[in-house]
């Protein structure tokens, strides 16, 4: 069965480093997204991405945040200069379309010192 | 703002015993409601819904919309250990046009003692 995979399972950086996830999506699904969510909270949405630009983001996602799909497979979430807060679980999410059901990677733990 | 209430946050039951899980909702052109299984890491997708009165069904599991009331349950029968997780709700909006994110509840955490 297709799933989405993500890489590192576990991320551990020094306050102010740059950090990249990486997700490969499902491969026929032509939406993508990232969550994070923060121990102990919910899961928030971040950004949604389609047709190689940003489609919808949140407050969340500010300038210290980018997405690229650099080839035809990985789908990756920067995060420019990190902060203590942004210690999270960064999940990645597919769909077909904006209509489906999406589906989740295992997730990424960033760990921010 | 697109809001999802579940409750209750935590059930502790014994094996065998239904549970019925709550989640109710306030979102901008509703389009969806999802169910979601989180174990250790990642939610695992369970149903979707988008029509009222309409039962979802996958073996002990059963969900139902209510689009009147904004409110939807999960149903689990005979429940069994393997069940024990953070059963997440969330919702999908049509807000700005594009591919909306979803916007999930706090979760009801089950536990099944044996």
């Known amino acids: 069965e297709p799933e989405v995979t993500q890489t590192p399972s576990h991320q551990v950086t020094q306050m102010g480093q740059e950090v990249i996830l990486r997700c490969v999506p499902i491969s026929n699904h032509l939406y993508f997204y990232w969550y994070r969510q923060i121990l102990g909270q919910k899961v928030e949405f971040l950004v949604s991405?389609?047709?190689?630009?940003?489609?919808?983001k949140s407050e969340i996602f500010d300038d210290q945040f980018s997405v690229e799909r650099p080839d035809g497979s990985n789908f990756t979430l920067k995060i420019r200069s990190t902060k203590l807060e942004d210690s999270a679980m960064y999940f990645c999410?597919?769909?077909?379309?904006?209509?489906?059901?999406?589906?989740f990677g295992p997730g990424t733990r960033l760990t921010v010192l | 703002e697109d809001k999802v209430v579940q409750s209750p946050l935590s059930l502790v039951v014994h094996e065998g015993d239904t549970v019925t899980l709550n989640c109710s909702y306030e979102?901008?052109?509703?389009?969806?409601l999802l169910w979601y299984k989180q174990e250790k890491k990642a939610p695992t997708f369970l149903f979707m819904l988008t029509s009222s009165g309409i039962e979802k069904k996958s073996g002990r599991l059963s969900s139902i919309l209510d689009k009147k009331e904004l409110f939807s349950i999960l149903n689990i029968t005979a429940t069994q250990t393997g069940d024990s997780a953070v059963y997440l709700c969330a919702v999908l909006g049509l807000r700005g046009g594009g591919a909306d994110g979803l916007t999930f509840g706090k979760g009801t955490h089950l536990i099944i003692q044996p």
């Open positions: 979102v901008t052109n509703f389009r969806s």
């Open positions: 991405f389609y047709n190689n630009e940003i489609s919808e």
């Open positions: 999410a597919s769909s077909h379309s904006s209509y489906n059901e999406q589906f």
